[in-house]
């Protein structure tokens, strides 16, 4: 499996992981609704849009959710900034779902500034040469946490992936000592004042601890089995973003997820067969209020 530890370890630093990716501070909510009344999926003509878009549509239909629309940047965001800044500015009140290639993100969190949006959680998707997806994602809480319903999905379509995840707000102290599980999965805490969840499936927690250049020599205490996921709710898609839309867009409209006690986790899982699934795409996913 085909790892970037550059990119693996951004998500381990939530704070460092937002700048990297552009992010400014003012963007982030403090106590966003869980289910929003309403709920677009903006489209900037990406390669990953339909398969995306198939994903939300199937958590819609899970979560009986029927306020929600699908907007399209005619020509995409660099064509369509005019629509953007109009749809920014007569969608008050709507929670907003949107995915961009790396170059419009830049331009989108520009226009979302003056509009004063509140970012809820974003995320980097990609699939590499081998079939390995990696995503890096950060939330401003567990509330608003993605990784565990993305893994949920991911292990049962068979292919390698990595996913970490942060968050900006810190809430694990007034959460039960929980940890996520799957079958396959072995889960591990770090001994930490701030603790990181390490899920492996596949590897060894020592090679786990490798691929995420994480201190071997600290203390890791092993987790039983707990609880798992609502993710496999839904039939398995056999393409990656379909599952990434499905997972994204699931938390944004409030499904239940497992609060994990920690400040930030991992989800690795290295398959037998490393075949390509779905289409070798990379683009970002924002969810925000507006």
């Known amino acids: ?13 939530a704070s460092g992981a937002l700048l990297a990716l552009g992010v400014p501070s003012w963007a982030f909510a403090d106590h966003p609704a869980r289910r929003p009344k309403h709920c677009m999926l903006v489209l900037s003509g990406t390669g ?6 198939r994903g939300t549509q199937a958590a819609c239909a899970a979560m009986t959710y029927k306020q ?3 907007v399209q940047l005619k020509g995409g965001l660099f064509t369509g900034i005019d629509q ?14 949107a995915i961009l290639d790396d170059a419009s993100a830049v331009i989108f969190l520009e226009l979302a500034r003056p509009a004063g949006v509140r970012m ?28 565990g319903l993305l ?10 992936f990595s996913i970490v995840e942060s968050y900006l707000h810190d809430t694990s102290g007034g959460l039960a000592l929980t940890a996520w599980s799957a079958p396959g999965f ?11 969840h390490l899920h492996c499936s596949g590897l060894s927690l020592l090679d786990g601890c490798r691929l995420l250049t994480l201190d071997t020599t600290e203390k890791w205490i092993s987790f ?13 898609s056999e393409n990656w973003v379909e599952s990434v839309g499905y997972a994204v867009t699931a938390s944004a409209l409030g499904m239940d997820s497992v609060k994990e006690s920690c400040s930030c986790r991992a989800f690795l899982h290295q398959a037998t067969d490393n075949a390509l699934i779905g289409p070798r795409e990379r683009f970002m996913s924002f969810v925000m209020d507006l």
Do not use: W
């Not at 790892?3 to 951004?10: C, S």
């Not at 990953?48 to 878009?53: G, K, L, P, V």
């Not at 893994?151 to 390698?160: C, E, K, M, P, V």
């Open 84 to 97: 953007m800044v109009n749809l920014l500015d007569q969608s008050r009140g709507a929670r907003l779902i």
């Open 224 to 236: 039983q089995p707990q609880v798992s996921d609502r993710g496999s709710m839904t039939p398995p």
């Open 1 to 13: 499996m085909d790892i970037d530890r550059r990119t693996l370890m951004k998500g381990m630093l």
């Open 186 to 196: 072995r889960s591990y805490r770090s001994a930490t004042p701030e603790s990181i």
């Open 68 to 70: 929600f629309r699908t």
């Open 151 to 160: 893994a949920s999905q991911l292990i049962l379509g068979q292919g390698s």
């Open 48 to 53: 990953a849009d339909e398969a995306f878009a």
């Open 120 to 147: 809820l959680s974003m995320g980097t998707h990609a699939c590499s040469t081998d079939g390995a997806c990696r995503h890096d994602l950060a939330s401003t809480s567990h509330d608003h946490s993605a990784g």
